[in-house]
């Protein structure tokens, strides 16, 4: 932390007022509530439509303003820090929000599936070990085939760490404003992206028309599925953010100097990366 | 709402005049404004809340059940804790760090001024639909509020109806505005202070709140991984807490504790901070060891998330775990020590008086200190098998979350009112308030430690005859605890309305720190250019 920041005088950015933040707050009241009614048999699933409208038209409206604001010159260095700051540590949370799962992964496969042996109740076949492919005649674990990690799984690492590397080869051209390159790097990060989420939704398929294997599939199901499916999320929300901030650059609106957005989206895909990582070895491979 | 709009409007430089009325409040972007909505919101909350529980206590005058069928008990009972702690007493903290935390360290706004305004105004919606499937419910539709407990443990909550729906939509809400806040708190400390304040100088409410901040950074979001769990489990077919797919219902215990210790400290953390400041003005002294409050504050940080499974020694633990957990828990107890020694040896020997703020922080002391010993006594593995689960873990949690916690607040509220508002509250009603809630808030708890460890269970609408005396004194200093609220809210109320004599800049004799060299009430963009400290 260094305690030096040169201002004093010059005096911070606060926006006026602004009717996004309120709005944004009712988008997401509308769509958790039609969420509840709908998981309840009471709304139809459309009914979270204008929730998540609401949500989509604020996004693009406060952006926007931010956008603009920067583009007018507002923001110095002392915002800058402020955007940097709030991005490293949201990144944090999200970390958090993906150690719950991975601690709930270890959980199971350490403790709770071993322990159920000692109690005998599952069902005769039962065997206690991971993966908890199903032999037995059980509601809750029906017999599947546990995925791989060898095929598509092996080809998606390699396409995120691909990844890795042109965000950040456009991440150096952008340091040496060279904006061929950059607009190259960032091209091929959303095409990996966007490649890899295919190959993901290839796997579902997979796992769902010839492996048996369910989000209903035992805990293994569970773990598989809630895991990779939060990281596929986080890739698509990740791949959006470097396509737009990709529309940008192409209008001309980053420099060597600033481009705090470029780097959130870069630091975001870092992540969204290493989280793949962990899902490769503790969910495909061992 | 078309587009167009988007780009007509979105400019700054009309900084001053925003709108008014009503508009002011839903689109502000000012640190004071969302401090204000935070503070009305939790007091609100607080008085629903607090009427949830009188109506438990009402059926708890007696034993056999009177006026208040399980199915219900079991709803007024989780909702009753739930909005206490997410929507009473976290938005009070959020609302003084909103309020304080720019005048104290010299800076003109929160540094996320938008991100400020959403975080509240998710709360309001989270409340509703905490809420609304117990209002609907006394209307005769659904099945009513969640009814798991505050800890919506499974297989209870996996199993029980829509509440407990809504309760993890309205968690998720409040935890994504609780992240948010929390961001923009750790960025406003780090980013924001005035030139030459370092961090060795914050102010001790800003050290609390940065702890408190990285908590919620940490945790919330495996509350939040627990909670979607569940309701997958619910109703999509997984089998987390599930034993018959391999899952385990004790894996939510530790999920959940996992950010449910934190959370007690995430309560706190900012009331340490800021009862310094409250024992320094009023001793007219200077804070005694301010260095050792710090590593006290980071060491009770660390070490509350390492400490989460002494929620649930009885469910079952190897016996390593049992130790480990046992001894880092009352570990804790060291530093708090240390915070305790620093409070009272500040007001040692000062020259005292007893202003209804100093009056409340004084009885925090007193009481949380109860309430911290007697969670020393549950630490302790052995004796945990005798009182877990029983009233005296509900006369513990309340020693510390309503004399810790709300008496804190309140404390913090009286000293602050006069620099927000420009006018003295009624020192009179003060007074008449803290003895009101003193006696009676002991009259309420203190029974319970005894009928708790006499065995009687929590969360039971009925009970045995022999705890009858001490459940009649507890119901009756209940209803007498919550009325002696109303002369708070009316005191408060009347404050804000401009009643009361001006208050000068600095309001307290002794007052310190930069908050108190601004008019009161501030005016409403301050600090700009910042202070410089030396
Ligand atoms: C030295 C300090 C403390 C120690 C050693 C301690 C220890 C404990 C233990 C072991 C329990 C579990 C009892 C059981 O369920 O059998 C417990 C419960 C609880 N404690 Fe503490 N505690 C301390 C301070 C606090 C503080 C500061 C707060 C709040 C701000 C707090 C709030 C709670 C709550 C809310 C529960 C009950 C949760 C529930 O089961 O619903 N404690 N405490
Ligand atoms: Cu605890």
Not at chain 1, 16 to 21: E, F, G, L, T, V
Not at chain 1, 22 to 28: I, K, P, Q, S
Not at chain 2, 506 to 520: A, D, F, N
């Amino acid at each position: 932390m260094s305690d030096s920041h040169a201002h004093g005088a010059s005096s911070y950015y606060v926006p006026s007022h602004s009717h996004y933040p309120f709005t944004l707050a009712l988008g997401l009241f509308a769509l958790a509530l039609a969420a509840v009614f709908n998981m309840n048999g009471k709304v139809p699933g459309w009914a979270m439509l204008p929730g998540a409208a609401v949500i989509i038209y604020v996004v693009v409206g406060w952006f926007g303003d931010v956008i603009r604001e920067n583009r007018s010159g507002t923001f110095k260095g002392w915002e800058d820090r402020a955007f940097r700051l709030g991005m490293l540590y949201f990144i944090g949370s999200e970390v958090m929000f993906f150690a719950a799962f991975f601690g709930a992964l270890f959980y199971v496969r350490q403790l709770a599936v071993p322990d159920l042996l000692s109690f005998d109740m599952l069902y005769p076949t039962y065997e206690g070990s991971w993966p908890l492919a199903g032999k037995g005649p059980s509601d809750a674990i029906p017999a599947f085939t546990p995925m791989g990690a060898w095929g598509l799984p092996a080809l998606n690492t390699g396409l995120l760490l691909t990844s890795g590397v042109t965000v950040t080869i456009a991440h150096w051209a952008l340091l040496r404003d060279n904006r061929t390159w950059l607009i190259l790097g960032l091209a091929a990060t959303v095409l990996l992206g966007a490649a890899f989420m295919a190959c993901q939704a290839v796997e579902y398929h997979h796992a769902y028309t010839e492996l048996g294997l369910t989000l209903g599939s035992g805990v293994y199901g569970s773990t598989f599925f809630m895991l990779t499916g939060f990281h596929g999320l986080h890739v698509t929300i990740g791949a959006i953010i470097l396509a737009v901030v990709l529309g940008r650059t192409l209008k001309g609106h980053f420099s060597s100097k600033d481009h705090f957005a470029f780097e959130a989206a870069a630091w975001y895909w870092h992540f969204v990366d290493v989280v793949w990582l962990g899902l490769f070895v503790f969910v495909y491979w061992l | 709402m078309s587009t167009g709009s988007i780009a007509a409007h979105g400019h700054d430089d009309h900084a001053h005049h925003g709108p008014t009325g009503l508009a002011r409040w839903l689109f502000t972007t000012n640190h004071k404004d969302i401090g204000t909505m935070y503070l009305m919101f939790s007091m609100i909350m607080f008085l629903i809340g607090g009427s949830l529980i009188l109506s438990v206590r009402a059926e708890l005058f007696q034993p056999g059940i009177q006026i208040i069928q399980p199915e219900l008990f079991n709803q007024l009972i989780g909702l009753h804790a739930l909005v206490m702690i997410f929507a009473a007493l976290m938005p009070a903290a959020t609302g003084f760090a909103n309020w304080m935390l720019p005048l104290q360290i010299g800076a003109p706004d929160m540094a996320l001024p938008r991100l400020n305004n959403w975080g509240f105004w998710l709360l309001p919606p989270a409340g509703t639909i905490l809420l609304m499937p117990l209002v609907l419910y006394l209307f005769g539709i659904g099945t009513g509020g969640a009814d798991a407990g505050w800890t919506l443990y499974p297989p209870l909550s996996a199993q029980s109806g829509w509440g407990i729906d809504f309760a993890i939509l309205a968690l998720h809400l409040m935890g994504i505005s609780s992240v948010m806040g929390s961001i923009n708190v750790v960025v406003t400390i780090l980013n924001m202070r005035a030139p030459g304040m370092t961090m060795m100088k914050l102010p001790m409410f800003a050290w609390g709140w940065l702890m408190t901040a990285f908590l919620l950074i940490a945790t919330i979001p495996v509350l939040a991984g627990a909670i979607t769990m569940l309701l997958t489990d619910r109703h999509f077919g997984t089998h987390f807490f599930d034993a018959a797919g391999g899952g385990d219902p004790i894996l939510f215990q530790h999920l959940f504790w996992f950010f449910g210790h934190p959370e007690v400290y995430i309560l706190l953390l900012p009331i340490w901070g800021f009862i310094p400041h409250i024992l320094e003005t009023f001793a007219r002294k200077p804070m005694y060891g301010y260095k050792a409050q710090v590593w006290s504050l980071v060491c009770i940080a660390a070490l509350s998330v390492i400490v989460w499974a002494h929620h649930f020694f009885t469910a079952g633990m190897p016996v390593q775990a049992l130790i480990y957990f046992m001894y880092s828990t009352m570990s804790i107890s060291v530093p708090l020590a240390v915070l305790f020694f620093c409070w009272i040896a500040t007001i040692w020997r000062g020259s005292m008086t007893f202003e209804t703020p100093m009056l409340f922080a004084l009885g925090f002391i007193i009481l949380f200190g109860i309430g911290g010993l007697t969670g020393l006594v549950l630490a302790d593995v052995a004796a945990d098998a005798q009182y877990h689960h029983s009233y005296f873990v509900v006369a513990h949690f309340h020693y510390t979350l309503f004399a810790g916690g709300i008496m804190g607040v309140m404390a913090g509220v009286y000293y602050w009112l006069p620099k927000m508002t420009g006018h003295m509250y009624s020192e009179k009603l003060g007074k008449a308030h803290f003895w009101l809630t003193v006696i009676s808030f002991n009259l309420t708890f203190m029974p319970q430690f005894f009928v708790g460890l006499a065995g009687m269970p929590r969360r039971i609408p009925d009970y045995a005859l022999q705890f009858t005396e001490f459940n009649v004194i507890s119901t009756i200093g209940a209803f007498a605890l919550g009325l002696s609220q109303l002369i708070f809210v009316y005191n408060v109320v009347t404050t804000w309305r401009g009643k009361g004599e001006k208050a000068t800049d600095g309001v307290w004799e002794g007052s310190k720190g930069l908050e108190w060299q601004l008019s009161s009430p501030p005016p409403h963009h301050s600090w700009d250019p910042q202070p410089v400290i030396k």
